[in-house]
């Protein structure tokens, strides 16, 4: 049996769900993408049409000034200059700064200053045209990457002659559509210190892609699931795009979590709560399921440990680098993280100045609607939409936590630019919640 009965995309009575056949009581993938209001296009007109859309929203900043952090990361950085030794941008921050001074932010992003240094080369000097061309240019590129992984996000990944099939095209073409022209990247696109975030997110994407392609060994003209092999050369490849995109912004190291999570629940298919014992298993009516040692398994832990290992050796180094201290900020870098009590820091984070206002209601409603929504997609059988709204919410929260202040003190109170990779899983939810409307509105009628 394929993958595409076991999705419930064929016609059987039955299918197999995680090694139990289970009864489909859930749309196949064909018939709620159908339902989008879009037409079904090729990948490569659909790209032409994200590119386009994500160049012609943001254009108008392509005469714009040096703005805000600009001034600091660009005008006033002594590394862009000519002659600053090449190798200085290695040992110093985002701002120019030593890395051991105590003054620094600990931002290491030298790929980012390295690309500040080629335009300010390019341009001739410190004229902001260049500059902002270029990240028109990398949204763009972003976009067009984003409807890939939007395709194997909430397509699954099917094969045809050794290469992923466009997956989901409507779906797919409505949620790059969404994330090309999303107004909340205005920060990330028109300010020139949004080339770090630009930057991290092509490197999280392409390192993300060729993890897919590293599974893809082996496969040819089927689904890919539950891969028994793996390629060693395109996991490295992966995990040195991590790297490379850690190197841009600190927030690229999430891209192991949204892989760790896209193999579990997109590839391999697995209810962790099912397998944990938090939800009761289905009947197995065949007794080769009773295995417990198989080799997709012994593949997918050897995945995982690739992460591990990978996951540990960026930030080791990192941490390294930055002289194995934490940056100091001051209170008026994040005043929100100064003040005493884990409660009132809670409602400050979340934006809350008063005990009883309507503000407080927004947000209440909002952590409602999001637990709901989490809820919701890991309760009962895994459908492929169930799997696709828990995929969206890793990709909203999953690279979102390094701003949190959850686990450390971040050098800035809010920042939009830091919402730049999680609205990809916001356009998820979106088009998945137009779809169930478009499925209801079919049934009505």
């Not at 989901?168 to 409505?174: D, G, Q, T």
Request: net charge positive.
């Amino acid at each position: 049996m394929n993958i595409q009965q076991q999705n419930g995309i064929g016609h059987k009575k039955s299918l197999k769900q995680n090694g139990h056949y289970v009864e489909p009581s859930w749309p196949s993938i064909e018939t709620w993408d159908d339902v989008i209001p879009l037409p079904r296009l090729s990948f490569k007109r659909s790209a032409w049409i994200v590119f386009t859309l994500a160049v012609l929203c943001f254009a108008n900043s392509y005469d714009g000034d040096f703005v805000f952090d600009d001034s600091e990361a660009v005008t006033g950085n002594k590394d862009l200059k000519p002659e600053t030794p090449l190798l200085s941008l290695f040992h110093h921050d985002f701002w120019g700064r030593k890395l051991d001074s105590k003054t620094s932010h600990k931002s290491y992003r030298p790929l980012t200053v390295l690309t500040f240094r080629w335009s300010y080369s390019l341009a001739g000097g410190l004229f902001p045209m260049n500059f902002h061309i270029i990240n028109i240019i990398l949204h763009g590129i972003v976009s067009v990457l984003m409807l890939a992984t939007f395709s194997l996000l909430m397509g699954g990944c099917e094969v045809r002659d050794g290469r992923p099939v466009f997956g989901c095209p409507r779906a797919a073409l409505f949620s790059g559509v969404l994330f090309a022209v999303h107004p909340v990247h205005t920060e990330s696109v028109a300010a020139v210190v949004g080339r770090a975030d630009l930057l991290c997110a092509l490197f999280f994407i392409l390192s993300f892609l060729c993890y897919v392609k590293a599974c893809l060994k082996d496969v040819d003209d089927e689904s890919l699931y539950r891969p028994s092999t793996a390629s060693i050369l395109w996991l490295i490849v992966s995990m040195l795009l991590c790297a490379l995109s850690v190197m841009c912004k600190e927030q690229g190291i999430t891209v192991i979590g949204i892989i760790s999570a896209y193999d579990i629940l997109i590839i391999c298919k697995i209810d962790l709560l099912e397998t944990i014992g938090f939800k009761s298993q289905t009947e197995t009516i065949k007794a080769d399921e009773q295995e417990f040692v198989k080799p997709w398994k012994k593949c997918l832990l050897f995945r995982h440990i690739i992460l591990l290992i990978s996951g540990l050796i960026i930030l080791t180094t990192r941490w390294r680098i930055m002289g194995s201290t934490t940056p100091t900020f001051q209170v008026f870098d994040n005043p929100h993280s100064f003040v005493n009590g884990s409660l009132y820091r809670a409602l400050n984070y979340n934006y809350l100045y008063k005990s009883l206002s309507m503000e407080i209601m927004v947000v209440i409603v909002f952590w409602i609607i999001l637990a709901s929504i989490l809820f919701t997609s890991l309760n009962g059988i895994l459908t492929q939409q169930k799997r696709n709204v828990t995929m969206a919410l890793a990709f909203l929260i999953i690279p979102f936590l390094p701003a949190t202040n959850l686990f450390f003190r971040v050098g800035f109170v809010i920042a939009e630019r830091a919402l730049y990779l999680p609205t990809a899983g916001f356009c998820i939810i979106v088009v998945t919640g137009v779809s169930k409307l478009c499925q209801d509105k079919e049934k009505r009628e």
